[in-house]
């Protein structure tokens, strides 16, 4: 019984020291205590010994590194080695683009909550702000994205002079260059606003801001490249489009065939040293209007005249599009859509060698290039597009749900509407808190490679599905095109945003959990490394000092998961107070669980586990949730806090814990081993499923301001642009709403009165306010404003009707407006 109880303290000991993360020596001196003071009270009995024994062999390869090496680190050096696969330079500098953030504390299972929550809120300055107020609104206000998108399938001429003239397309470029110098955040803040009022016009800002000319020019650019172009695109002088995808090359983009040759040619009258070009590329936006294309191909230089080597990669140029032989094709209609987006090809076409982008310096530096600007350029436009779906839905079903009645109710009173409503609620506070948590990370000067996949992935997904229920919940209403529409041409985009910069299913199978897990791992990237060394003694050295750390992060992993499993988290610390404070130890537990189900996952599957993408992508989708459970917190905080925030917050915790525990519950199921899989299982979740989907209360409370004019529905919808009359697509609704929410005291009376019998319950709303007058139910002032409610809720309802000739495409000078006598 004394064995058993001294071995059940030693344990209890190692794994306080492993739950504390305590440096080995520390550890060694604690247990070296434990054990000397199990012998005086206990004796030396058959638990004491096989501690003893543990404790000695520990001790052994901890004291003496060169019998460890030799028994332990060179097998496991060779072992690795061989199981894993090859790294190519091009997946190494994919690896290797932007910085690890706020994500690695997620991953590694102890996450310093008040490390995230001391990070600056992020904020737009004055000027970012006033431009967002005065410029943004007066863009939003020009476009037509009907006419944009079924009549001109172009901007307006006004329109392009206007994002012209007023710097949207130099909101990166530094004030040094005439560009507006703005941040990552006022950026998205822009795009956001744009999108909510038109897809297509928000692209087109959107693209010259983000991966392409202009910021490989301001990263990588010559001085003299800089002067020359930066100041022309920031006054819309030059349009620029990115030229990479081509029809073989699509999400592998290492693949491309499009190459250059090194060779001398002739450029405005002079033999110079340049490049033979020939290129075919697709779906490139903006291309059909640019007036220079940033083209990326491989450079070979099989003379040897710029270098030693023949094959030099992936390089990019930035071509006048007039240069003789570069051809601007035809356009694609991407959806439907108006942006700009076509193709370009060239054959044979010579440039010189200042025309790389960096100059010659720079040959073959295209793929980091690239990786770097995506790290941080994906954490800003498609998350800004994402965010705004959320935004117009919840202002505009929200409003769209109190004026629409069916069976006498408005329908946002059903509880199956309400169930879709709560989704658009709960997601579009949560692509807010991301939205600024990751442009703010870019604003700290951090490229977040993770993170910016991490928020691509999930916030045009969440795009898309808050548009579904959207869609739904307005019924016929959204399905009927025409100029009262303001959903269907965003319904029809959500796939664009779902393919373009690393299309989703690959980000979410392949990068997240992919490149997060060795970027974030504190040892298996350098582990690798170490183990592509040419010198093995040297590798075999480095590999030593980091798998003796990695086995005891390994270790800690393990106590804290099960601990923190067992105490329901109660053991993690809580940074806050209040009703959020468990939910900081509910994370830190899974992203505990995330770190020891990630090193057992790598440790069996080795270079498998890049194969098994369903695996990943469940992984992915735990830190996923994790980072955005984590801005949520942030959000609230760096807000003070609002108590009307709570039931958005509480949502979040819960739909994010739940979905968390369901990947791991599937990953656990799905992993080759079973019984790994289950014991995996039982460390992290101990007393099974420990977190339920939000109940339906917490989603009423989520629902109810949605359709009330309040403070958190306007802060969650700040920055949708919405009509301010109403005969505006998306202004009808909102003035309808206004003026349905005030007549409720009124209807009031009006339902009072029908319950009593005094008015007829089979007559039109119409009817019944004149029969409520007559019967003195209501005052003249009352009737106004039922009258006003009711005209308004009526032209909310009404769709879009043509000829056969415009809907053909035989267009008639004006559209008849004859409205649809049905709803
Ligand atoms: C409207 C629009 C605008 C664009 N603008 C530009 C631009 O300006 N410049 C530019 O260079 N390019 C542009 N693109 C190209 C865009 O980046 C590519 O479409 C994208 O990279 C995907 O390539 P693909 O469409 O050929 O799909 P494919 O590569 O054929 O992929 C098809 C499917 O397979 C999946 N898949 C592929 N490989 C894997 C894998 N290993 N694991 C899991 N899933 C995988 C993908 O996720 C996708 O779902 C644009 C595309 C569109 C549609």
């Known amino acids: 019984m004394m064995g058993l109880l001294q071995i059940v303290v030693m344990l209890l000991v190692v794994g306080f020291c492993a739950y504390q993360r305590m440096a080995m020596k520390k550890a060694m001196i604690i247990n070296a205590v434990a054990l000397v003071v199990l012998w005086i009270h206990g004796g030396f009995t058959w638990g004491l010994f096989i501690s003893l024994l543990i404790f000695a062999v520990v001790a052994t390869f901890y004291l003496l590194p060169d019998l460890r090496i030799d028994w332990i680190s060179r097998k496991a050096y060779l072992f690795m080695q061989k199981v894993l696969p090859p790294m190519n330079e091009t997946e190494k500098t994919a690896l290797e683009a932007g910085d690890v953030w706020w994500e690695g504390d997620l991953f590694r299972g102890n996450p310093d909550w008040n490390k995230m929550l001391t990070i600056a809120k992020p904020a737009l300055t004055e000027e970012e702000q006033s431009f967002v107020d005065n410029e943004t609104e007066e863009l939003c206000s020009m476009l037509d994205d009907w006419d944009i998108v079924h009549k001109r399938k172009d901007l307006p001429a006004e329109v392009w002079q206007f994002i012209k003239d007023k710097g949207f397309l130099g909101m990166i470029i530094p004030k040094e260059y005439g560009g507006k110098g703005f941040s990552a955040l006022a950026h998205s803040t822009v795009v956001t606003k744009i999108a909510t009022r038109s897809g297509s016009a928000a692209v087109t800002v959107m693209v010259p801001n983000s991966l392409g000319p202009g910021e490989l020019l301001l990263h990588y650019g010559t001085q003299e490249q800089k002067d020359h172009y930066l100041p022309r695109l920031a006054k819309g002088e030059e349009i620029p489009c990115f030229a990479l995808t081509s029809p073989v090359a699509g999400s592998d983009a290492g693949a491309i065939p499009d190459k250059g040759i090194v060779c001398k040619g002739e450029y405005q009258g002079k033999e110079v040293l340049g490049i033979k070009l020939t290129w075919n590329k697709r779906y490139i936006t903006l291309a059909p209007v640019a007036t220079i294309v940033g083209l990326a191909f491989k450079l070979y230089d099989p003379d040897n005249l710029i270098g030693d080597k023949e094959d030099y990669g992936i390089t990019c140029a930035l071509i006048p599009a007039d240069h003789p032989g570069v051809e601007i094709g035809q356009r694609h209609l991407p959806m439907n859509q108006a942006f700009m987006n076509g193709t370009t090809t060239g054959k044979d076409v010579f440039i010189p060698m200042d025309m790389l982008i960096g100059g010659q310096e720079f040959a073959g530096q295209g793929w980091r290039m690239l990786m770097e600007s995506l790290a941080a350029g994906r954490s800003i436009s498609l998350p800004a597009m994402g965010t705004a779906v959320a935004k117009l839905s919840y202002r505009m079903t929200g409003a769209y749900s109190l004026v629409r009645e069916q069976f006498k109710t408005p329908i946002g009173r059903f509880e199956g509407v309400e169930e879709a409503m709560a989704r658009i609620a709960g997601l579009a506070y949560r692509t807010e808190a991301s939205r600024v948590m990751t442009a703010g990370a870019v604003d700290l000067g951090i490229k977040p490679s993770v993170v910016s996949a991490i928020a691509k992935y999930h916030m045009t997904e969440m795009g898309r599905e808050i548009m579904n229920h959207s869609m739904d919940i307005h019924g016929g209403r959204a399905i009927i095109m025409g100029e009262r529409n303001y959903l269907a041409n965003g319904y029809m985009s959500q796939p664009i945003g779902i393919t373009v910069e690393g299309a989703n299913i690959l980000t979410r199978n392949l990068m997240i959990f992919g490149q997060g897990a060795i970027r974030c791992h504190p040892y298996v990237f350098r582990e690798m490394l170490a183990a592509q060394m040419e010198d093995t003694e040297e590798g075999v050295k480095r590999f030593d000092s980091l798998l003796f750390r990695h086995i005891g992060y390994g270790v800690s992993n393990f106590a804290r998961t099960f601990a923190l499993g067992l105490s329901a988290s109660k053991f993690a610390k809580k940074p806050v107070g209040g009703q959020t404070g468990k939910y900081y130890q509910h994370l830190t537990r899974m992203s505990s669980a995330l770190a020891l189900t990630s090193d057992i996952a790598m440790g069996i599957l080795g270079g498998d586990l890049k194969r098994k993408e369903r695996l990943s992508a469940r992984l992915a989708d735990v830190l996923s949730h994790l980072y955005m459970c984590s801005a949520v917190l942030k ?161 909310v309802i009404q769709v879009d009707d043509y000829s056969h000739e415009e809907i053909s495409g035989v267009v008639e000078d004006k559209p008849k407006k004859k409205k649809s006598k049905s709803s």
């Open 635 to 795: 959000y609230y905080q760096d807000n003070d806090r609002p108590l009307a925030d709570l039931p958005y917050v509480k949502w979040n915790m819960e739909y994010g814990l739940h979905k968390i525990q369901e990947a791991f519950y599937d990953f656990y199921e799905n992993f080759p081993i079973k019984a790994v899989g289950k014991v995996l299982r039982f460390i992290a979740f101990p007393y099974g499923k420990s977190y339920s989907y939000p109940s339906d209360r917490l989603e009423q409370e989520i629902v109810k301001p949605m359709m009330q004019n309040c403070e958190i529905r306007d802060r969650i919808t700040e920055y949708a642009y919405v009509g301010k009359t109403a005969d505006d697509v998306t202004g009808r609704v909102e003035l309808a709403f206004l003026k349905v929410l005030a007549a409720d005291e009124v209807r009031r009376k009006l339902r009072k009165a029908m319950k009593a019998g005094e008015l007829d319950k089979h007559a039109t709303n119409m009817e019944r306010i004149e029969q409520a007058i007559e019967k003195g139910i209501i005052n003249a002032e009352e009737q106004q404003i039922l009258v006003d409610a009711e005209e308004a809720r009526m032209d």
